[in-house]
């Protein structure tokens, strides 16, 4: 069996992934990936461990749909911990590196979003800010 190429590209396996999500989920990570390529625009992307991941030469960020909830795995226990009381005051659970994001909650949102843009960008920056220090 063959290794994996870590620095494959193949977003058509993302938009697979999507698609095969129910309505609700797929909507918020949708918006997950825009908000991601948004932050890191030369990212690539790809599905890996049967989840969408995002790499800069190492792994960024993955999304994931769960049964209540979709994922933002910061791929950092730091992170989430770092801001703990932000992410508990909006009401996003975390376990591990991972964020818990409830999908059409009263979250704190921008315009036109189920999500808490501004602390989401603010996580995904912060993982950024970590992988340049590695």
Same mark, same amino acid.
């Given at each position: 069996?063959?290794?994996?190429?870590?620095?494959?590209?193949?977003?058509?396996?993302?938009?697979?992934?999507?698609?095969?999500?129910?309505?609700?989920?797929?909507?918020? @990570?949708? $918006?997950?990936?825009?908000? !991601?390529? &948004?932050?890191?625009? %030369? +990212?690539?992307?790809?599905?890996?461990? =049967?989840?969408?991941?995002?790499? @800069?030469? $190492?792994?960024?960020?993955? !999304?994931? &749909?769960?049964?209540? %909830? +979709?994922?933002?795995?910061?791929?950092? =226990?730091?992170?989430?911990?770092?801001?703990?009381?932000?992410?508990?005051?909006?009401?996003?659970?975390?376990?591990?590196?991972?964020?818990?994001?409830?999908?059409?909650?009263?979250?704190?949102?921008?315009?036109?979003?189920?999500?808490?843009?501004?602390?989401?960008?603010?996580?995904?920056?912060?993982?950024?800010?970590?992988?340049?220090?590695?």
């Amino acid at each position: 069996m063959s290794k994996p190429t870590p620095d494959r590209h193949a977003p058509q396996e993302v938009d697979a992934y999507l698609a095969a999500q129910e309505p609700a989920f797929r909507a918020t @990570l949708a $918006q997950l990936r825009a908000l !991601i390529r &948004a932050v890191a625009p %030369h +990212c690539t992307e790809r599905v890996s461990y =049967k989840i969408p991941i995002f790499r @800069l030469q $190492q792994d960024f960020v993955a !999304i994931s &749909a769960a049964k209540q %909830h +979709c994922g933002l795995h910061t791929m950092s =226990k730091a992170v989430p911990q770092a801001m703990r009381d932000e992410l508990k005051a909006a009401g996003i659970r975390t376990s591990g590196a991972t964020l818990h994001i409830k999908t059409g909650s009263d979250l704190p949102v921008t315009t036109g979003s189920d999500l808490p843009v501004t602390l989401i960008e603010k996580a995904l920056r912060a993982r950024l800010a970590e992988m340049a220090e590695d």
